[in-house]
């Protein structure tokens, strides 16, 4: 979530995530002595045929035992209990450039979850959400604000003070400004 001013100027954010990482102690392997699966015999899957009134079925899936990797290890890794991969929480730094809007994503290559069996680590995406302005409203790339003027102000002209998203500034107005009107 972030504010219209560090929307206008960009900013870096610090964001606790919860994630999994490689196991440390197996390195990511789920254990040590592996050896052909004996369910599957180091298919990976697991053939179930059944007999119905319309003949043979067959179904196929992952092999419980070794999860469709065709291996299992003598010895499980007690850290992660044989996933290879353990959850830990992380704060990680995301830049988030000028301009950006609500709804905008910006994806983290490399950030998110490390895969199963010592796979690659995913994505992160960063989802920008823009926090409600008492003062300030947003139109695309406008930043928009009412200014009460008095009546002399309006009708002689000559100069304001203005608040901005980065302090104060003075604006000329013209003779005969109408009310409502935007400059």
Do not use: W
């Not at 059944?50 to 067959?58: E, K, P």
């Not at 994503?105 to 490390?114: A, K």
Request: aromatic share 2%.
């Amino acid at each position: 979530t972030l504010n219209l001013k560090e929307i206008a100027e960009g900013c870096s954010k610090k964001v606790k995530i919860r994630r999994h990482k490689s196991c440390s102690a197996c390195v990511g392997r789920g254990g040590s002595g592996q050896q052909k699966c004996r369910t599957c015999n180091g298919q990976g899957q697991v053939r179930r045929v059944t007999q119905s009134l319309l003949g043979q079925m067959v179904n196929v899936t992952a092999c419980p035992n070794c999860s469709g990797t065709g291996n299992t290890f003598t010895s499980k890794c007690s850290p992660c209990q044989g996933d290879g991969r353990i959850k830990e929480q992380d704060v990680i730094t995301i830049k988030v450039p000028a301009g950006v809007a609500d709804g905008n994503y910006i994806p983290l290559r490399g950030e998110g979850n490390v895969g199963l069996n010592g796979g690659e680590a995913g994505d992160l995406i960063a989802i920008i959400k823009e926090k409600h302005d008492e003062f300030f409203t947003r139109n695309g790339n406008d930043i928009l604000c009412e200014v009460p003027v008095s009546i002399t102000r309006l009708v002689l002209g000559g100069k304001i003070t203005i608040p901005t998203l980065f302090g104060e500034e003075e604006v000329e107005l013209s003779a005969g400004t109408q009310v409502g009107e935007q400059i």
